[in-house]
């Protein structure tokens, strides 16, 4: 069993930075894949970054590639997603995501299995 807790959302304005966080309980973040997906209103879910030790750096989706950097730090069991330069586009309900490291590396949102509650976030214009 994998709990998470996402926080760091809120309103910032067109250009600005927030930092999300997820703390994990139940398995530590090292022997887990975490991945952040976001879903807009009317939109579908979709995969904005993952990290995992079995591969050598994050993945990013091309629409953040460049502003955002996903992030672990494993003595306090959290992931981190940093979000720089925001637009309007990147308003969404923000999730992060865990998949058992022994089941392989996947970024498809139907293949994780433990999801945290969501944090909003509003980019203003």
């Known amino acids: 069993q994998v709990q998470l807790v996402e926080s760091g959302g809120g309103l910032v304005q067109t250009g600005g930075s927030l930092r999300l966080s997820c703390a994990a309980s139940g398995r530590t973040v090292s022997s887990v894949t975490m991945a952040w997906f976001r879903q807009a209103p009317g939109k579908e879910r979709e995969f904005v970054a993952g990290i995992s030790y079995s591969v050598g750096s994050p993945s990013y989706a091309d629409s953040v590639k460049g502003r955002f950097t996903a992030s672990r730090d494993n003595a306090k069991n959290t992931v981190y997603l940093q979000m720089n330069s925001l637009a309007p586009e990147d308003t969404a309900v923000y999730y992060c995501?865990?998949?058992?490291?022994?089941?392989?590396?996947?970024?498809?949102?139907?293949?994780?299995?433990?999801w945290g509650q969501g944090t909003q976030v509003t980019v203003s214009s």
């Open positions: 995501a865990a998949r058992r490291l022994e089941f392989g590396i996947s970024w498809s949102r139907s293949d994780y299995g433990y």
